[in-house]
């Protein structure tokens, strides 16, 4: 029986409004296991991401990647998962927030989604690995 991937994860609180102190965590660069875990919250409660659409922003000395849900993201209540993709990270520091993207009052289903929030910013940092990789 095969064994299952192997998956560094990380879970952080992020609210719209403020800065929530968050544990350091690293990745390393090449790395396709990586998955963050985001409790999206408004003033400390816990936001309903139904029925919205969410993109995280990534910014890196690679420059600006977005990843949504039809590239590694993806929600279910207040929770957003990121299967973090190698090109939304590289060694240095790395700048993430969300865009959470919604739909005005009176709009019908089929129309685009035309509100946005911008969740505060996290980090995290990328290290160069000790020898290039190659996929075995």
């Not at 240095?92 to 910013?121: F, K, N």
């Amino acid at each position: 029986m095969a064994a299952g991937p192997v998956l560094k994860q990380f879970s952080l609180d992020l609210d719209l409004k403020a800065v929530t102190p968050s544990r350091p965590f690293e990745v390393v660069d090449g790395d396709t296991g990586n998955v963050i875990v985001l409790n999206i919250k408004d003033g400390g409660t816990a936001l309903d991401l139904t029925g919205r659409q969410v993109k995280a922003v990534f910014a890196s000395s690679k420059g600006v990647n977005v990843q949504d849900e039809l590239s590694g993201v993806s929600k279910s209540g207040g929770t957003v998962t990121i299967e973090l993709a190698p090109e939304s990270f590289a060694p240095g520091m790395v700048e993430c927030e969300i865009e959470i993207w919604s739909a005005s009052i009176g709009l019908t289903i089929g129309h685009s989604y035309d509100m946005l929030a911008t969740t505060a910013r996290f980090n995290f940092t990328c290290r160069s690995a000790i020898r290039e990789r190659q996929r075995i």
